[in-house]
């Protein structure tokens, strides 16, 4: 098992990064690389924000978990990023909810959230069968469209950490002196 923690210098570049740069960074590994969709998304990410990834942990989320159709790989990916860093770096592993108490969401639950949102609003679901209905799988055009979806995929994601990352710098009402 990798024990390497994120770099904690993510944080910093993460404002940086362009939207343009992780898309077409997960376009060309999943394209010309050999990679799924899943593991295009953490290597890009790996390479823009100098995190390092374990793809065994992915390894099977390609076409919708295991070729299953189900739960998109991209998003899959992009989930398993939010948790390695916000996680580690803000202590996440505190608050559990999934199920076990429905108003104590971690700050992985809520990122993954977001991302979710961003993604359902762009196409409608999640679920690989339904997005590549008009397709025929595993054809160029299948591949095509899920780089395409891959890229999208990953502008989302680097939104929700930018968005995060900016969140955690603002002032909360205790950090702001009050006046006299």
Same mark, same amino acid.
Request: charged share 25%; hydrophobic share 35%.
């Given at each position: 098992?990798?024990?390497?923690? @994120?770099? @904690?210098? *993510?944080?910093e570049r993460?404002?940086?990064?362009?939207?343009?740069?992780?898309?077409?960074?997960?376009?060309?590994?999943? %394209?010309?690389?050999?990679?799924?969709? %899943?593991?295009s998304m &953490?290597? !890009?990410?790996?390479?823009?924000?100098?995190?390092?990834?374990?793809?065994? $942990?992915?390894?099977?989320?390609?076409?919708?978990?295991?070729?299953?159709?189900?739960?998109?790989?991209?998003?899959?990916?992009?989930?398993?990023? &939010?948790?390695?860093?916000?996680?580690?770096?803000?202590?996440?592993?505190? !608050?559990?909810?999934?199920?076990?108490?429905?108003?104590?969401?971690?700050?992985?639950?809520?990122?993954?959230?977001?991302?979710?949102? &961003?993604?359902?609003?762009? $196409?409608?679901?999640?679920?690989?069968? *339904? &997005?590549t209905r008009?397709?025929? *799988?595993?054809?160029?055009?299948?591949?095509?469209?899920?780089?395409?979806?891959?890229?999208?995929?990953?502008?989302?994601?680097?939104?929700?950490?930018?968005?995060?990352?900016? %969140?955690?710098?603002?002032?909360?009402?205790?950090?702001? @002196?009050?006046? @006299?």
């Amino acid at each position: 098992m990798n024990e390497t923690l @994120p770099n @904690p210098r *993510w944080q910093e570049r993460v404002a940086s990064v362009a939207p343009e740069t992780v898309e077409s960074k997960a376009e060309e590994f999943f %394209a010309k690389g050999g990679f799924h969709c %899943a593991e295009s998304m &953490l290597l !890009a990410f790996s390479e823009a924000l100098g995190v390092p990834v374990d793809l065994r $942990y992915v390894r099977g989320f390609g076409g919708g978990l295991g070729q299953s159709r189900c739960l998109c790989g991209a998003v899959n990916g992009a989930s398993v990023f &939010l948790g390695l860093v916000l996680a580690e770096e803000r202590g996440g592993h505190q !608050a559990r909810g999934g199920g076990r108490d429905a108003g104590n969401h971690s700050e992985v639950d809520r990122a993954i959230q977001k991302l979710e949102a &961003l993604f359902k609003e762009r $196409y409608r679901a999640n679920c690989c069968r *339904w &997005l590549t209905r008009k397709i025929e *799988w595993g054809t160029p055009s299948h591949l095509e469209h899920c780089v395409s979806l891959t890229g999208e995929t990953a502008k989302m994601l680097l939104q929700v950490l930018q968005e995060e990352m900016k %969140a955690d710098r603002a002032p909360t009402a205790q950090s702001v @002196p009050q006046g @006299p």
